[in-house]
């Protein structure tokens, strides 16, 4: 009875740390894909803010009002619209008032949290964030950015920029491996003595951002414990009163919780009915050898020994079939004689047939031959040590071939009071388990990779590039090579979308990139799509000639495409125009003697790329253009036309 309870109690534990982990590992990339997202965001209006040629057109515009003027900076919020996903991109000047949109000037003031917001970037001279809110501008939560623009040290206003939380954020928390009925993944965040519910509920109609609870607790009990402070896994009920299994982490950076939850009913179910099983079958037992032991007491002893060996029996069968419900089997291995003696649920795991012994070499035949070696190892060690083993393992069976996970626990011990060498353990089969772990490390990867992947292109993204970048660079400062980088854009790529539509346009985009990448010919070379029609590549180790060679024959690669572009100019097909940036790191800075960092390679290659590549538009596209003085007169006064 004991055994049997011992064995469910481990089983029981050893079950829910599994589903606990794997609750808690989705929980884990979950937020690491929220604050990836909101990691590029805030990157996105940094660069914003450090574009010198858009603070340069604003002041332009704000002396003289003129409607040209504001042309390119109607073009530029277009921009950030059409290509960075964003849902409005606006002009406001210090004190919070609009000024301009995509469409044409604009009235009005922002809301008062982000003319707090504002006033607080303005100060810091650094984006600001307004996190996740509802406003009567707009039919939508959305998540907010400030990007301040400057005139040197005098503040010009700031980039509204707005980003429809149903498109771009809740996407990222309806991610599951499994079909589960009751599973989701809910943001919230304490908002003084209340707690709101930023996301949509998987079982409730109530709208983002509009259900709320007290603090100290309220409709869900778990929500509750966690904006209490509590982290890891809980226990407890949630909005609809149900049982649930929780695991809550924080957003980096912010004051979200994200809470990864599934029912208790659904998460155990399996599991328990199982072990429930296996107790109540001890259970039974314990109950039956106490009515024996009554009965015997009473019995005379002509019967007693009689009515021992049938309880004895009983015991056994009962036994059995606990083994039978929990997938346990028992052995010994008795080192003399070199054989496994075995119980006929430790048969049936390894294939065998019936209750019998099992020889040492037969046993080694079975063990897959990737972990024969490690296990003849540990056996030896543990029986010469006279230690515990605790061992998993994959074995064939010759009974069907199939392989199999096995999990043994094992003692040593003495046999008839002699130093007689054996072991005396139970063997599980786990081929399910690990299966299941598998499995949950493959959509770990898979959704790691996906956040480092562009849809579109099925290309590295921006955000696998700027890591690229950062290591590339250090790695270059350490050998004393260069870096290069290359900025492309596709010429005249609006007009093609206007002719033939965006549809036509993915395809475009898609056609650009692979001929890109099948053109690229070293390891370590990256091509990515930085953002709506530009890709850029990186060249670790390649000086600026060498780097405009490969333009060069990029730019060939395209136009061998031959897509028709009739709304382009020159051949009439879809062409190219390349900016080519390359830069010797320095060991040491010197004049603060502290190593230049990968951030701001980033934006000494980025803007020498993007200067040469406006360089080569002025020039009349299609072409490759290597960064020189010429280019920083572009710079500093560029045509309209270019921004």
Known sequence: ?????????????????????????????????????RQRRMGEAAAVTDDGLLAAAMARWRRTRAPADAVPLRERLRSLVEHLQYTGAYLVDPQ???????????????PAAERDALRAALALAQPGVIGLQRDGMFAFPYFGLLAPLF????????????????????????????????????????????????????????????????????????????????????????????????????VPGTTWLLISKIDEAEAFTEAQRREWLAL????????????????????????????????????????????????????????????????????AIFGLPGEG??????????????????????HGEAMAQRSA???????????????????????????????????????????????????????????????????????ANRLALDEHVAFEWERARRAGSPLALLMIDVDRFKAFNDHYGHMAGDRCLQNVGQALLTAMGRAGDVVARYGG??????????????????????????????VEH??????????????????QPAGREATTGVPRSGVDAAHALFRQADAALYRAKQCGRDQSVLYGPECEMVLHDPPDSLL
Do not use: C
Request: glycine share 10%; proline share 3%.
């Open 1 to 37: 009875m004991l055994g049997a309870r011992s064995v469910y109690q481990e089983r029981e534990l050893r079950y829910r740390h599994v589903i606990e982990g794997g609750l808690g590992a989705i929980n884990q990339l979950q937020v690491k894909s929220v604050d990836s997202w």
């Open 280 to 347: 109540a079958l001890a259970a039974s037992l314990a109950l039956l050898l106490l009515g024996g032991s009554v009965v015997l007491w009473r019995w005379r002893a002509w019967r007693r020994e009689r009515a021992l060996k049938q309880r004895l029996e009983q015991h056994m069968r009962w036994l059995e079939t606990a083994q039978r419900a929990a997938s346990v089997g028992y052995f010994v291995y008795d080192a003399e004689r070199r054989v496994f003696l075995m119980s006929t649920m430790a048969s």
């Open 566 to 583: 009739a709304r382009g100019s020159g051949d009439g097909i879809v062409t190219i125009s390349v900016g080519v940036s390359s830069i």
């Open 151 to 250: 005139e040197g040290a005098q503040p010009l206003g700031a980039v509204w920029l707005v980003v429809d939380a149903r498109t771009t954020l809740y996407p990222l928390l309806a991610t599951w491996p499994n079909g589960s009925q009751t599973a989701e993944s809910l943001l919230v965040e304490r908002r003084g003595e209340e707690v709101v519910f930023l996301s949509p509920l998987r079982h409730r109609d109530d709208a983002p951002l509009t259900l709320r609870m007290p603090a100290g607790g309220g409709v869900d009990a778990t929500v509750a414990l966690a904006t209490a402070g509590s982290r890891g896994t809980l226990y407890g009920t949630d909005y609809r009163g149900e049982r649930v299994l929780a695991t809550a982490s924080a």
């Open 357 to 378: 012994e099992m020889g040492l070499r037969q046993w080694i035949d079975m063990l897959h031959p990737d972990d024969r070696e490690e296990m003849l190892r540990v």
């Open 389 to 459: 083993l605790r061992v998993q393992y994959r074995v064939r069976r010759a009974s069907d071939a199939h392989e199999r996970w096995m999990e043994v626990h094992a003692e040593y011990g003495d046999a008839q009071g002699r130093e007689r060498p054996r072991m005396t353990g139970t063997v599980q089969d786990i081929t399910e388990r690990r299966q299941a772990e598998e499995q949950l490390e493959r959509y770990r990867t898979a959704l790691e990779a996906q956040v480092r992947v562009d849809p579109l292109t099925q290309l």
């Open 533 to 562: 029609e530009e890709f850029a590549v990186l060249l670790p180790g390649a000086s600026g000639e060498q780097a405009w060679l490969v333009a060069e024959r990029l730019r060939e690669a395209v136009r061998g495409l031959a």
């Open 96 to 110: 919070g008032q609009l000024l301009l949109g995509p469409d044409g000037p604009l009235k009005g003031a922002m």
